[in-house]
Antibody, heavy 118, light 106 residues
Framework: EMQLVQSGGGLVQPGGSLRLSCVASGFTFSGFWMNWLRQAPGKGLEWVANINQDGNETHYVDSVKGRFTISRDNAKDSLYLQLNILRAEDTALYYC???????????WGQGSLVTVSS | SYELTQPLSVSVALGQTTTITCGGDNIGSHSVQWFQQKPGQAPVLVIYRDSVRPSGVPERFSGSKSGGTAILTISRAQAGDEADYYCQVWDSGSGVFGGGTELTVL
């Protein structure tokens, strides 16, 4: 069974940093693009970033460029999102998601809550 | 930047059929995905490549395109179909979501 298990959320002050993790199981992690998405409280879904199989190609939504970094460790079947210079508007439930063969987001993690507040 | 437009809310009577639309410029050239999200849960993929149902998704869910609009059709609506529904495409390497549609089953 394919599974994505997330960890690393929490409360952080504005300007602070946090690292989210997502551990994959049940599929060949190194064979797929991976994504981070988020959902602010009461709001819709927003794609944040993705990374290719080798980790040498990444894409970001404009609002996080220069502040967030997506990375992966295929030896550990793990995906990461480093969040720096956090703002109140970054408060959201963050999801990791696998990209399927047809660029479908076919499996999602359970979500990690990030709250940016003083 | 590319934008997708969905109605804020749609309602359907139990057992009836409803559609949720997703509009975008030249959406015909994009492959559209649809997600269902129930309260407190992660989104679930219900349609990909415009009209393909993943394994385990009921046949009552179907996707199509007409003109500049992608359409999610839910037939014989059940109480368990109450959820938020989001359309999504990839544009210039970035993911784009519609604002979401809240489906109410009456």
């Amino acid at each position: 069974e394919m599974q994505l298990v997330q960890s690393g959320g929490g409360l952080v002050q504005p300007g602070g940093s946090l690292r989210l993790s997502c551990v994959a199981s049940g599929f060949t992690f190194s064979g797929f693009w991976m994504n981070w998405l988020r959902q602010a409280p009461g709001k819709g879904l927003e794609w944040v970033a993705n990374i290719n199989q080798d980790g040498n190609e990444t894409h970001y939504v404009d609002s996080v460029k220069g502040r967030f970094t997506i990375s992966r460790d295929n030896a550990k079947d793990s995906l990461y999102l480093q969040l720096n210079i956090l703002r109140a508007e970054d408060t959201a439930l963050y999801y990791c998601a696998k990209t399927g063969h047809y660029w479908d987001l076919d499996y999602w993690g359970q979500g990690s809550l990030v709250t940016v507040s003083s | 930047s590319y934008e997708l437009t969905q109605p804020l809310s749609v309602s359907v009577a139990l057992g009836q059929t409803t559609t949720i639309t997703c509009g975008g410029d030249n959406i015909g050239s994009h492959s559209v995905q649809w997600f269902q999200q129930k309260p407190g849960q992660a989104p679930v993929l219900v349609i990909y490549r415009d009209s393909v149902r993943p394994s385990g998704v009921p046949e009552r869910f179907s996707g199509s395109k007409s003109g500049g609009t992608a359409i999610l059709t839910i037939s014989r609506a059940q109480a368990g179909d109450e959820a938020d529904y989001y359309c999504q495409v990839w544009d210039s390497g970035s993911g784009v979501f519609g604002g979401g549609t809240e489906l109410t089953v009456l």
